[in-house]
């Protein structure tokens, strides 16, 4: 399973429609709606980033929650601001961090 962080968007739909994905998707920008998945999955961020306050950008979505709710077995990143937060706080779950999706 693959969930992608965001708001679903013309970007988003448009970035769905290019990487033809082969596994289920679901896109959300806030935990309530992936908290219940149990199932290994891969994150995908494509246009949001770690904040500060560990809140990934434009979703009500906390990074360090994800990690603590979801079986993820990697984390696709676009954005390189606070990449270092984020390569932190997956390690400490033994999470793999890979730079952009690709098939």
Known sequence: MIIIIGVMDNRMREF???????????????ICNIKHIKAPCEVIIPF?????????SNTYIQFYELLLTLDIKKIYYYNEYNIDRLKTLALEFNVEVVKKYNE
Do not use: E, S, W
Request: without cysteine.
């Open 48 to 56: 949001g980033y770690i904040m500060n306050n560990d809140l990934i």
């Open 16 to 30: 769905i429609k290019n990487h033809k994905f082969h596994d289920k998707i679901v896109v959300a920008y806030k």
